[in-house]
Nanobody
Framework: QVQVVESGGGLVQAGESLRLSCTAS????????MGWYRQAPGKQRELVAT??????NYGNSVKGRFTISRDNAKNTVYLQMNSLKPEDTAVYYC?????????WGQGTQVTVSS
């Protein structure tokens, strides 16, 4: 019933910026947390950023470089990524959390070259 779709990934050079978008359709409201996670080759999935009711949380590796924002009217979250580093290379997944379960998007590839 809930669908989550990401877009905006691509190939960039170190130091450049990229903006990801994620739209959730269905019964997702402003009080439902939404966020971004990423998984790099050979590594576990890790938190990038979450947002709910205006409260944001960031993973330590992206603090000061990434910014998450949300347009409640569109059920869309954005991830502005600045000062990208090669270690940011990963598949980025968007999620929306309900009381019953989490819904995940298909992922979008971000590759940062040195």
């Amino acid at each position: 019933q809930v669908q989550v779709v990401e877009s905006g990934g691509g190939l960039v050079q170190a130091g450049e910026s990229l903006r990801l978008s994620c739209t959730a359709s269905g019964s997702i409201f402003s009080y439902n947390p939404m966020g971004w996670y990423r998984q790099a080759p050979g590594k576990q999935r890790e938190l990038v950023a979450t947002i709910t009711s205006g409260i944001t949380n960031y993973g330590n590796s992206v603090k000061g470089r990434f910014t998450i924002s949300r347009d409640n009217a569109k059920n869309t979250v954005y991830l502005q990524m600045n000062s990208l580093k090669p270690e940011d290379t990963a598949v980025y997944y968007c999620n929306a959390q309900t009381k019953w379960r989490a819904y995940w998007g298909q992922g979008t590839q971000v590759t940062v070259s040195s």
